[in-house]
Structures are given as structure tokens and as C-alpha cells.
């Protein structure tokens, strides 16, 4: 279990790592509402939002379920939790992008 939980954490950090080199790109790139939107929860995400950032991650899963940005979010989303230091949280939700 023990193993589990950190080669899950340690997972965790390094797609959080990846993910926001790519996600600053991505959304300087196209100019859409969409883009907008990511960029705003995105945003708050990288000013240390969390809860925020958690709340307008999941609006924008919720408008665009078939977003390019959709797994970018759910990072987000992962890494927010983990930053609250809900750990389960984080690990879950990172378990489920593993998935798919």
C-alpha cells in the first residue's frame, strides 16, 4: 500500500511538472472561448487558487467534456487537491486519467 501511495504521488508530481509547461503554450495559442476559459482556471491554478481553481476546472470539464484541454484540467485538478494536501483526492483523480 505504502509503495502504492508513493509511486502514485510521485507520478502525480511529475505529469503536474509536465503538464504546466505544456498547458501556458497550449492556450497562447488559440484565441476561443474555450482557450480563454482553460486559461482563467488554469490561472488561478499557477497563483495558488485551489479551491478556485478546483470550481472553474470543473466548469470547464462540465462545458467542454470533449475539450483538447480536458485532461490538462484534470491535472489541474489533481494538483490542486494534492497542494490542499488531499492526497486521496489526488491520487484518485489521477488514477482515473491513467485510465483513460
Known amino acids: 500500500m505504502f509503495v502504492h501511495y508513493k ?6 508530481i511529475w505529469i503536474l511538472f509536465f503538464t ?3 498547458t501556458a503554450a497550449q492556450a ?3 484565441n476561443t472561448k474555450e482557450a480563454r476559459d482553460y486559461k482563467y482556471a488554469a490561472g488561478l491554478y499557477s497563483e495558488g487558487m485551489y479551491q478556485m481553481a478546483i470550481r472553474e476546472l470543473e ?5 467542454y ?5 480536458l485532461i490538462n484540467a484534470r491535472l489541474l485538478i489533481a494538483g ?6 488531499d492526497f486521496s483526492r ?7 486519467i491513467q485510465k483513460e
Open 7 to 12: 509511486s502514485s504521488r510521485v507520478l502525480l
Open 20 to 22: 504546466l509547461n505544456v
Open 28 to 30: 497562447q495559442v488559440a
Open 59 to 63: 466548469s470547464f470539464i462540465d462545458a
Open 65 to 69: 467534456p470533449s475539450s483538447e484541454y
Open 80 to 85: 490542486s487537491h494534492f497542494y490542499l494536501k
Open 90 to 96: 489526488a491520487i484518485q483523480i489521477t488514477g482515473r
